[in-house]
């Protein structure tokens, strides 16, 4: 559809919709918008953003899609209770100030959410349009929508030679929350990713002085060192800092909490009165094959965050910390992070990626959407295998991985098919670089260094519904309570820890 063609759909359906209203037959009429790309062959040799965003005329044609249903299954999807039709209804309008009101009620960083969230597994897979076609990919595109509103509202600047953005961006006009008046009580929030974002905003504004301390020597945790800059570009995530720092957040890197400072030294002698942990899931999980320790061979986290936070994709010009040149590279593994990982291989300058699954696609769990890209832009699915050892040479560098042919059996425990070793099937794949991305785990850093605070079998912060430790006034959400799970379930958490906080704090005697 072209432009001027699409134009005119939008005049047609205004006609329709202030003559008489359009009927849920019309509606599933309305051709679902695309979401335009930077092209396939060009993006392998950049790290600018992928998807490009929807532009004014396309998400009013999407937004009267939406059927207006009055159960709103879209909502019970969406983890943080979004009032979806009332904001989707309000694009269809053209009111889109009124439509960002709406999901700021419920979720503080829209226009990270619109880009990273899982919507074809929360919201847009309960969605009755999607239902209607028996296929999730027609249901109204919730994320892309929520992304316009939240891209239009705050105009951000695309750092590595910005990629055109949707028709009608104005500049930025970021609006930064009202504080109330000192409480003279002091939080401390350890960590800086998407939970800790969200508590740190939420107990600010109820006017206690709030300090986020972050190991890194930049803050934003798994959205600026994990998630590459061409899925969600980092000015983004720069701008909701900034807000941080605007309300009176005071955001203190390179403290490693556990060392620099533990937590009970900031209870007792820098005089927190509450201190939420937010650490996430860092600890990369290996297979403990052999071979694992030879050169070459790298986690999918230090390989992303040298990439992305190091910007060794700058290589001579800038990059703190280099990365080797990959001719060859296998990845392991199936989720989000692999397909990160995979599709940074590709643009570093590798000539052949391959993707090693021990299961079928239908069984992996990354985004559809990220399976598609990472296909596009060349790299190969070696599925039904898994390696049983990297092989190195005399260097200790590794040269291949001896892998093993697969079938799946019964469903385990997780509820998908078991794949089970093909014995005798062995076959080599020759490499210079391994990255495994199998998952991540607790850090155990603050395990260990704080006793009393009681955790899982899984190394992961025990709490209740309000998210209260065993230690009284220390709080924790995230990764570090969930185990590896995703941003907007961290940032609920991070609402529902600060509230619990706000309240305490309020009952407490001055
Ligand atoms: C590569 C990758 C891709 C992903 N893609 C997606 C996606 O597409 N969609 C999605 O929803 N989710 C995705 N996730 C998951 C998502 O990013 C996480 O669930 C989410 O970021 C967890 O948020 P959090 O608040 O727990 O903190 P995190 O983002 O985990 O950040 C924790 C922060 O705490 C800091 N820290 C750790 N220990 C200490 C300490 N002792 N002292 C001080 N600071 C400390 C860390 O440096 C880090 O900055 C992805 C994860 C990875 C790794
Ligand atoms: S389920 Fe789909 S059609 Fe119904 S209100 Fe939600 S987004 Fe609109």
Not at 161 to 168: D, L, S, Y
Request: net charge neutral; proline share 6%.
């Amino acid at each position: 559809m072209t432009d001027q063609e699409r134009q005119e759909l939008l005049n047609e359906l205004l006609d329709r919709q202030n003559s008489g209203g359009l009927k849920p037959k019309d509606r599933f009429d309305i051709p679902p918008q695309d979401m335009p790309e930077q092209d396939a062959n060009a993006r392998r040799r950049n790290v600018s953003e992928v998807a490009l965003g929807y532009t004014e005329t396309q998400a009013r044609i999407e937004a009267m899609r939406c059927l207006q249903c009055k159960t709103a299954p879209c909502v019970q999807g969406c983890p943080v209770r979004i009032r979806i039709p009332d904001f989707v209804g309000a694009i269809a309008k053209g009111q889109y100030d009124q439509a960002l009101d709406i999901i700021k009620e419920n979720s503080l960083l829209p226009a990270v959410c619109g880009r990273v969230c899982p919507q074809e597994v929360q919201c847009q897979e309960k969605c009755t349009v999607g239902l209607k076609f028996k296929d999730v990919s027609k249901a109204v595109s919730i994320g892309r929508l929520e992304r316009f509103v939240a891209d239009r509202a705050d105009s951000v600047a695309q750092p590595d030679k910005g990629a055109p953005r949707g028709e009608g961006v104005p500049p930025s006009r970021v609006t930064v929350p009202a504080v109330a008046p000192s409480t003279g009580k002091k939080v401390a929030i350890v960590g800086s990713g998407p939970g800790s974002i969200v508590a740190a905003a939420d107990t600010r504004r109820a006017g206690h002085k709030v300090t986020v301390f972050e190991a890194f020597h930049k803050p934003g945790g798994v959205m600026v060192y994990g998630i590459p800059e061409f899925r969600l570009p980092k000015a983004i995530v720069q701008d909701e800092i900034e807000t941080l720092k605007k309300m009176g957040v005071q955001i203190v890197t390179n403290v490693v909490v556990g060392r620099t400072r533990t937590i009970e030294q900031l209870m007792t002698e820098d005089g927190f009165d509450a201190v939420y942990i937010g650490v996430g899931a860092g600890l990369p999980s290996f297979m403990g094959i052999e071979g694992e320790s030879l050169v070459g061979v790298y986690s999918a986290n230090e390989y992303l965050t040298r990439a992305n936070l190091m910007k060794a994709y700058r290589f001579g010009s800038g990059a703190d910390t280099p990365i080797a040149l990959s001719k060859r590279v296998a990845v392991v593994g199936g989720g989000n992070v692999a397909m990160d990982a995979a599709r940074t291989a590709v643009r570093l300058g590798a000539e052949k990626v391959y993707l090693i699954y021990r299961r079928t696609e239908s069984e992996m769990p990354a985004r559809v959407e990220e399976v598609h890209h990472a296909k596009q832009e060349g790299v190969e699915f070696h599925l039904l295998q898994s390696p049983k050892r990297i092989i190195g040479n005399d260097d200790a560098h590794a040269t291949a991985i001896e892998c093993l042919r697969y079938e799946l059996g019964e469903p385990d425990d997780s509820g998908r098919r078991r794949p089970m070793a093909i014995p005798g099937s062995e076959f080599r794949i020759d490499v210079d670089t391994v990255i495994i991305a199998i998952g991540n785990q607790a850090n155990p850093l603050i395990r260990q260094t704080t006793p009393g605070l009681e955790f899982n079998k899984w190394g992961n912060i025990v709490v209740d519904e309000n998210l209260h430790t065993s230690m009284p006034g220390v709080y924790a959400g995230g990764d570090i309570v969930l185990g590896a799970a995703t941003v907007i379930l961290a940032m609920g958490q991070g609402r529902i820890a600060a509230a619990a906080i706000n309240a305490d704090l309020a009952a407490k005697k001055p």
